[in-house]
């Protein structure tokens, strides 16, 4: 028997068993090194199991046809990637909420230019855009990688958005945010969810603990002060939430005294109500927002 939904079934040794659609899934998780198992016989269940060393999946059964997981008002299809991804960031689930919570009056479905407008920097397969174009935004979904753009279009397909309101852009985003500071673009809300390492599609490295600082100051540059959101996530050693509120505070372009700043550590529960600590985030808007 399946279900839409997604579950952390177990953790520990430096893996995760979770369950799509009642599909068990084996894989690496560093975030659990320092774990042990709750019940190690639940892993014998698992269907699919992947290899970091080797970049490798392997089977015991196949990857169900149908495997989309309900989110905050939109569904993410879910299928195996060649890094060990499965094509959504479940711990985001608040993150969702949060973004679907200034929701506009307008649908997907009326002009791109009567809707506020949104930017997802390293979007992914593009669970971040979804909320947003459910809640009536008209988004720029940025991502480096080829294969996760054309993802985000399929997702938005499977919501039944033949011409959503997106501009899907294979960039890299440091480059796109300084050419739309250039054009005097506006967003009303931008997201990011940066790695702690990676490439941009011309080969440049990016590094979170040093891109992070000028890439946050230069989409200050992109928002009304008075009126916006501002939400980062991570998944790094090197920074957290404290060093992000900290920047936000010395920074000369906004006032954070008059803002609404919610910050803490992303998790998942497992079967045991066990926390699964994955991640910081940082969201900041204003009262009007």
């Given at each position: 028997?399946?279900?839409?939904r997604y579950r952390?079934?177990?953790?520990?040794?430096?893996?995760?068993?979770?369950?799509?659609?009642?599909?068990?899934?084996?894989?690496?998780?560093?975030?659990?090194?320092?774990?042990?198992?709750?019940?190690?016989?639940?892993?014998?269940?698992?269907?699919?199991?992947?290899?970091?060393?080797?970049?490798?999946?392997?089977?015991?059964?196949?990857?169900?046809?149908?495997?989309?997981?309900?989110?905050?008002?939109?569904?993410?299809?879910?299928?195996?990637?060649?890094?060990?991804?499965?094509?959504?960031?479940?711990?985001?689930?608040?993150?969702?909420?949060?973004?679907?919570?200034?929701?506009?009056?307008?649908?997907?479905?009326?002009?791109?230019?009567?809707?506020?407008?949104?930017?997802?920097?390293?979007?992914?397969?593009?669970?971040?855009?979804?909320?947003?174009?459910?809640?009536?935004?008209?988004?720029?979904?940025?991502?480096?990688a080829k294969p996760?753009?054309?993802?985000?279009?399929?997702?938005?397909?499977?919501?039944?958005?033949?011409?959503?309101?997106?501009?899907?852009?294979?960039?890299?985003?440091?480059?796109?945010?300084?050419?739309?500071?250039?054009?005097?673009?506006?967003?009303?809300?931008?997201?990011?969810?940066?790695?702690?390492?990676?490439?941009?599609?011309?080969?440049?490295?990016?590094?979170?603990?040093?891109?992070?600082?000028?890439?946050?100051?230069?989409?200050?540059?992109?928002?009304?002060?008075?009126?916006?959101?501002?939400?980062?996530?991570?998944?790094?050693?090197?920074?957290?939430?404290?060093?992000?509120?900290a920047f936000f505070?010395?920074?000369?372009?906004?006032?954070?005294?008059?803002?609404?700043?919610?910050?803490?550590?992303?998790?998942?529960?497992?079967?045991?109500?066990?926390?699964?600590?994955?991640?910081?985030?940082?969201?900041?808007?204003?009262?009007?927002?």
């Open positions: 028997m399946t279900d839409d952390l079934i177990d953790f520990g040794d430096g893996r995760k068993l979770e369950s799509v659609c009642g599909y068990v899934i084996d894989r690496p998780c560093p975030a659990a090194a320092w774990s042990k198992p709750n019940n190690k016989t639940q892993w014998a269940s698992a269907s699919a199991h992947y290899d970091a060393d080797r970049k490798k999946w392997t089977y015991q059964s196949p990857w169900p046809d149908q495997s989309n997981v309900q989110c905050a008002g939109f569904q993410m299809p879910t299928a195996p990637t060649p890094f060990g991804h499965i094509g959504i960031f479940p711990e985001q689930a608040e993150n969702w909420r949060w973004l679907a919570g200034t929701k506009s009056s307008l649908s997907p479905s009326d002009q791109s230019d009567q809707l506020p407008s949104a930017l997802n920097l390293f979007g992914y397969t593009g669970a971040s855009t979804m909320a947003l174009v459910n809640a009536g935004y008209q988004v720029a979904h940025v991502d480096a996760n753009v054309a993802a985000a279009g399929v997702a938005a397909t499977v919501n039944g958005w033949d011409k959503p309101p997106i501009r899907y852009l294979i960039d890299d985003a440091a480059k796109f945010v300084t050419r739309e500071i250039k054009r005097q673009r506006q967003y009303h809300t931008i997201v990011m969810d940066p790695p702690a390492y990676g490439h941009g599609p011309s080969g440049r490295a990016w590094r979170l603990s040093r891109d992070l600082w000028p890439l946050i100051d230069d989409c200050l540059k992109l928002i009304e002060p008075s009126d916006f959101r501002f939400l980062i996530s991570g998944h790094s050693a090197e920074v957290d939430e404290s060093d992000v509120l505070e010395q920074s000369h372009r906004i006032d954070t005294s008059g803002l609404q700043i919610t910050s803490g550590r992303s998790n998942l529960l497992d079967a045991s109500d066990r926390s699964l600590d994955t991640g910081f985030f940082v969201r900041i808007e204003t009262f009007d927002s």
